[in-house]
């Protein structure tokens, strides 16, 4: 009989976990991760919770009296449509619309489910930003289309060798040494007139925008160690894409 209030509180804590464990592998802040795991706690009934996250890991506690549990997060990527889908499922613990036994059924759905976009959808939409962000760098008109063969064979080869290697380091430096490679070739063969703009243009995919941004706002928020660990991470993407170029231009 002593394990029946542990017991049922266990789903509430999966459920919180889960929540969070989406959310921050989804590419969301820090403390928006903690303030939903809150929201969540307390609209399933676990007064008194506390959540430590990190960009590596999540501790969430449900009471004083309650043992600490530990999640730890290996892989992360960007799909805010996740992150979204957990929020409406928040909102409805909240409003009373759903139970801790739906919400759980749920979130494994979304755990589940693939990423929104087609890898080819997301080669052509890398492709065709990366031409375009030439033109917005001042590349003339005959840049368009070698920035967009040199983006669209750097997001390919960012996304093959991170498949192959588990170190993102290595596969944004490869990615963006093959924009290098591919650039130069197509202004040797006169394809392209403007080198620099079409390798800026087409390594833009590759920069870590949404990673700078949720280090600044948690810094803001006041999470230092997530934000310096995301600025860090952010740090080595830049530096690695920027090395792959710099070998380029040193070689030839």
Known sequence: MNNEPVEALQEPIQVCLLAGKIMLQSG???YRVEDTMTRMADALGLKGSDSYVTPTGIVFQCGEGESAKL????????DLQKVAAVNDISRKLGRGEMNADEAHAMLRDIERSKVAYPMWLQIAAASIAS?????????????FIPG????????????????????KFFAEFTASLLVGLLGVLLVTLNVGQ???KI?????MPL?????ITNAVRDLMAGHL???LSRGAEAFLTAFAIGAGVAVVFTLF
């Open 131 to 143: 031409g375009c962000f030439t033109l917005m760098y001042r590349g003339g008109a005959s840049d």
């Open 225 to 227: 160690v997530s934000g």
């Open 148 to 167: 967009v063969l040199c983006g669209g064979l750097g997001f390919s080869g960012f996304l093959l060798f991170h498949h192959l290697v588990k170190v």
């Open 28 to 30: 969301a802040e820090t």
């Open 71 to 78: 999640i730890r997060i290996v892989e992360r990527t960007t």
């Open 194 to 196: 403007e080198l620099d």
């Open 207 to 211: 920069v870590p925008g949404l990673l």
């Open 199 to 203: 390798i800026i243009g087409s390594v």
